[in-house]
């Protein structure tokens, strides 16, 4: 397998409920609806770490971790942009 450069992260539409304005600021709307854009994801427990992208090189990195169960789908995306699917 090769390295992705992105992934994508949906979430069921009640975990945005019960995360509300704590995950808002991370979320990005895309044609196949809300996602977080990240750069790393490892869901090898209860809480699911997703690694954000730097907002630039001097900043430490931010990490959310949800509960694993809370998340929908993962999507890797190695084309850079936030759309997948069929044309």
């Given at each position: 397998?090769?390295?992705?450069?992105?992934?994508?992260?949906?979430?069921?539409?009640?975990?945005?409920?019960?995360?509300?304005?704590?995950?808002?600021?991370?979320?990005?709307?895309?044609?196949?609806?809300?996602?977080?854009?990240?750069?790393?994801?490892?869901?090898?427990g209860a809480f699911?770490?997703?690694?954000?992208?730097?907002?630039?090189?001097?900043?430490?990195?931010?990490?959310?971790?949800?509960?694993?169960?809370?998340?929908?789908m993962i999507v890797?995306?190695?084309?850079g942009d936030d759309?997948?699917?069929?044309?």
């Amino acid at each position: 397998m090769s390295e992705h450069e992105s992934y994508l992260v949906y979430f069921h539409s009640t975990s945005l409920d019960v995360l509300g304005d704590a995950i808002k600021p991370y979320l990005t709307e895309g044609p196949n609806g809300v996602h977080v854009l990240c750069i790393g994801v490892d869901t090898g427990g209860a809480f699911c770490e997703i690694r954000l992208p730097l907002a630039n090189a001097k900043a430490g990195g931010t990490e959310l971790m949800v509960p694993t169960s809370m998340i929908r789908m993962i999507v890797s995306n190695s084309s850079g942009d936030d759309g997948f699917g069929f044309a």
